[in-house]
């Protein structure tokens, strides 16, 4: 195998007639067959719509978690205190993570990974939403 001579099949370039004598025929050239691309379906589809949407209600149910448990008197551990207390800067923050996974199912769409685009938006609501259930199933700290 590895003193083999090289294979025919990577020739560049026809072989000479001549050399193969008259009654040889000269293969067509065959071009590689590529597999069609998977057809490309609509970003906005009424698939992206429905997950788009669900990204946001969970999104919208964490933020309103959040300032729930806080109510209660539970601290906030995986964003500072800085970024919680400010009404506009948290909510910033939740949508600005809503419109990151939409850019991240764009890219997999444009890149041709259709199966993945839906799974980022099925985790997100997954991960989301357990977030959201422990939000509201925290016990109530009263403050003294």
């Not at 009404?87 to 993945?116: C, D, N, P, Q, W």
Request: charged share 15%.
């Amino acid at each position: 195998m590895l003193f083999a001579p090289p294979a025919v099949a990577q020739r560049t370039s026809p072989p000479d007639p001549a050399a193969l004598g008259s009654s040889a025929s000269i293969p067509a050239e065959i071009e590689p067959t590529v597999p069609p691309n998977p057809p490309m379906h609509a970003f906005w589809d009424h698939e992206n719509i429905l997950l788009f949407s669900g990204i946001a209600v969970v999104r919208g149910m964490d933020y309103a978690s959040t300032r729930n448990f806080q109510a209660r008197g539970r601290q906030e551990i995986l964003l500072p205190d800085a970024v919680v207390d400010n009404s506009a800067g948290f909510a910033s923050l939740e949508a600005a993570g809503a419109m990151t996974s939409v850019g991240i199912s764009y890219i997999f769409l444009r890149t041709g990974h259709h199966k993945l685009e839906r799974w980022v938006s099925i985790g997100h609501i997954g991960v989301a939403a357990f977030g959201d259930i422990r939000n509201y199933c925290l016990e109530t700290r009263r403050r003294q």
